[in-house]
């Protein structure tokens, strides 16, 4: 599923192209991949309208339009984005789910195999976005902000990072691999962390989204960036899907456990469980 990095590179490379262009038609092909409002209003609200502005907060994409509508889409498991000749057969390909025709006369197509992802066209993103928590990268989220949202949370941490209302946009990949770079058990508690730790993984947690924004996200399956060949970090991995492979650091095998349903990978050398933690 595309994280913070992925869906920064997707707005990154489309802004450009986007951004000052109107939308002239719209269309939803798969009905319920458009979560509000119907599908009448939708299409009819978009018509002619200017996209003034495109961002990103958590896994969300954010179009912002001269109307003061906001058009938002999350890509969930497979959903891409894709400018098109408008006269493209891919615009009603098979897992085109919605496509708008753009001033200029190309099209901006939403591919999704899987069909998890979804749109909404809003006046007021607060309801939809309002319960995220802080994007990491912000130069005001530091180690004292994140130690306030895990420190009293007697719960895996793993499972907190993965909480988009304790922190937005990072998911199973980053998670693995902020952990593994802080030295953190994935299965410690947010309370049993020292505040040295909380800072080592506030680090680790800005510079595996750094570094992997700069090499465009991870390709590991579906994600494609719009305009680079890959998402090149996937060379970069230092556990994440490296399952019984040396540790980077010590050489150790890699581990596979389970934590809340989620497949999460780390050294047992260099993230040791808590010696005795009381749940
Ligand atoms: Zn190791």
């Known amino acids: 599923m595309p994280e913070l990095p992925e869906v920064e590179t997707v707005v990154a490379e489309l802004r450009p192209h986007l951004v000052g262009r109107r939308i002239l038609a719209a269309d939803v ?19 002619g309208r200017p996209i003034t502005s495109l961002n990103r907060r958590g896994k969300y994409l954010l179009f912002g339009l001269d109307s003061g509508d906001f058009l938002i889409i999350h890509l969930r498991m497979t959903g ?8 493209s057969p891919l615009r009603t390909g098979p897992h085109a789910r919605a496509w708008f025709d753009l001033s200029g006369g190309e099209c901006l ?7 998890f992802g979804r749109i909404w066209l809003v006046q007021d993103f607060a309801e939809l976005l309002g319960a995220l928590g802080p994007e990491p990268l912000d130069w005001e989220f530091d180690a004292e902000r994140l130690a306030g949202r895990i420190r009293r949370r007697r719960v895996a941490v793993k499972t907190l990072l993965l ?47 750094s570094e992997a924004i700069g090499q465009h996200g991870t390709t590991l399956r579906d994600y494609r960036p719009p305009y680079s060949p890959e998402g090149a970090y996937r060379n970069n991995l230092r556990v994440y899907q490296q399952t019984d492979l040396p540790c980077p650091r010590c050489g150790t095998p890699i581990q596979r456990i389970r934590v809340t349903q989620r497949s999460t990978h780390f050294c047992p050398r260099c993230q040791p469980a808590a010696k005795k933690e009381t749940p």
């Open 109 to 115: 197509v939403f591919i999704d195999a899987r069909k």
């Open 29 to 47: 092909l798969w009905p319920r991949t458009l979560a509000a409002p119907d599908q009448a209003s939708f299409v009819e609200r978009l018509q």
């Open 163 to 209: 909480d988009q209302t304790v922190l937005a946009g990072i998911g199973n990949i980053y998670a693995d691999e902020a952990l593994f770079l802080a030295g953190i058990h994935p299965l410690r508690t947010g309370a049993s962390l020292s505040d040295d730790e909380i800072e080592r993984l506030h680090a680790a947690i800005r510079q595996v989204l």
């Open 80 to 87: 891409r984005l894709e400018i098109l000749p408008g006269n």
